[in-house]
């Protein structure tokens, strides 16, 4: 029973070792390099996203108490933001 034990173990370790070896084998060679690459650089894409709609989140945040701010010191409640070229279409046509 003991040596059928230490076989199993032994059969595991190999398979294991071998995967091991075969997956180091595989990253250093051009593919495995070239996908490593892509996989970094689909995980800084996504950090990047998830900063950007981090930003865009504070900024919406900052404007309503900045609006908050404007409205309890002044009275005055301030509207929403037009953007240039919308005034420029109204004014052409």
Known sequence: MRRLFWLGVGVAAGIALTRKAKNTAHAM????IAGNIGDAVHELAGAIGSFG?????????????LADEVERRSGVTPGPRRRPDARARRANG
């Open 29 to 32: 060679t051009p593919a495995g």
């Open 53 to 65: 709609a981090d930003v865009r989140a504070g900024m919406v945040e900052r404007e309503g108490e």
